[in-house]
């Protein structure tokens, strides 16, 4: 079987995450790795995810957006809803995970989508400060809503209320969804991981990745040639959205108790995930997972190094950003990488072949 | 006729860019439109395009009324263009820049590029033929793996002009195509664009300021000044009328 070029790319991005994840069975297996350790391991899966969802729309679409730990909180919220709802309803685990998981990446393309009518008519800055007040909106209702049945009925309201009888409430204020099933695994992490691989580097080298490139390359140009831009860039958002919505179902079937706290749905989250996504390289995903791993990894394994723990994390930023995107480094990687020594060992082959 | 245009005309604030322009192109023809700086050429374009809606007048193509739709429906319709400043998907190969020309005619839906159908990998090999027998002829072929951007300006220019044609249009627009190319250059793009109409069929209106190229190719000419028609005809009555000359070598 012949590959293109860029789909000997993809493969190699995806067998990079199987390795990884062999590797950590194995050591994991063998009794190598720390509790901490392994507990990194599902949330490390949902960046890695989050970060190649909100390259879809930076690096390949083009835009600038801060509202994705909004999506991600959506998908979380939703698909939790559903789980803790069905928890004692005798429907197997696997499968009730999975309809979690088309409930929360559903439930955030429909949200993606539904922020996207008015907001993909902006460009630049306002788009990013647009989609950053619509993530932080989503954060704040979620924290401040309750939401419970009994007896009566479904209740929903911002100020917290008693149940009649048998009830259960499900979402509490700030206090969130407790007892949300502990579903998310790593091995399910990774395969969601290797399905958004596929789905984002499929798009991408397909007809509807270029027509999505084009809009970001000359969007003027683009709709000369007949591009539909507007319908093209819905698309893309939606897509991402979804991707960041099933991120957030991984995060909530990861933790008991679940809350729209600043810190796993703030903007901050937002801004944390576009610097894995600048920092592994605009419209690189393989950068966008291998920096969001790096990066997340690193400080929780510094922790023990308190206060010298964000020193070295910067610099460890400045030597990616310099890795990354220092003209000389990315010569000598189209020199000396790993592509351009499998470039040149195929051609040697070539030559052989031809002399025998 | 392929095209037919009556009374067009567009202000922008209180600058009059276009006034009662008109236009009448024979299927196969290629047909020049020259004019000073700032005679509102290019506006003309964007009004043929959809770039911007007239306040009055009226486009035909092929007999269809195409007044005031979207750039979009006139692509679809049969209207390509370049543009003066060149305008490609810079780091996008040169094979997928036209790739993306010929995204209306070769479908397959997103989902089955995701799941790569068969029909993902037919479509795609479909496209990638017509891709190349399209950049052959710009003699672009052993270059379809560079990002456009890396191209030099000559072959940017006819990478826009395979990107225009690779819509399958019925006219193409070309806005100043020899612009910023040497005699060499310009010498070859004059047979490009003549082996285009003659291998296409392709009906051609050209915006060019070079006039051995305008001379050279163009059957019929129509000279712009201050937004209007001022002559209109064959090439070379047109460019010894005296009024012309007069509009580019300015009243004094
Ligand atoms: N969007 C716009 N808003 C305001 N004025 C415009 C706009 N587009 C064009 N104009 C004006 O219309 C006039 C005609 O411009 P146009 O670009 O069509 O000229 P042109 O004949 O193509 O000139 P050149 O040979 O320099 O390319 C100019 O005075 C220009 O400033
Ligand atoms: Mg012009």
Redo the contacts between chains.
Sequence with gaps: MKFTKQTKHDLITCGIVAAFYILVTILSATGHLSNHFRGLLVPLCYYAIAAVSLNLVVGILGDLSLGHAGFMCIGAFSSSLFSVAVKNSGLPSPLRFLIALVIGTLMAALFGFLIGIPVLRLNGDYLAIVTLAFGEIIKNFLSAVYLGYDEAGIHASFKSFQLQGEGKMLINGAMGIQGTPMDSSFTVAVLLLLITLAVVMNIVNSRTGRAIMAIRDNRIAAESVGINVTSYKMLAFTVSAAIAGCAGVLFSHNTTTLTASSTYFGYNVSIMILVYVVLGGIGSIRGSVIAAAVLYVLPEMLRGLSTYRMLIYSIVLIVMMLINWAPGAIAFRERYGIMAFLRRRNENRGKEGQRS | MILSVNDLGISFGGLRAVDDFHIGIEQGELYGLIGPNGAGKTTVFNLL?G?YRPDEGKILLDGDDITGL???EI??AGI??T?QNI??????SVL?NV???L??R???S?LE????LPN?FR??KE?NVNAEELLEVFGLKDEKETLSKNLPYGKQRKLEIA??L??APKLLLLDEPAAGMNPNETGELMETIRFVRDHFKMTILLIEHDMKLVAGICERLTVLNFGSVLVEGETEKVLNDPEVIRAYLGED
């Design positions: 395009t770039v979207s750039t979009i692509n679809r390509a263009r543009f305008r490609l998907f810079k780091d996008l997928d790739k993306i020309g995204h209306n070769f479908s397959y997103t590029g995701i799941l790569r993902y479509t795609e496209m990107r225009a690779a819509t």
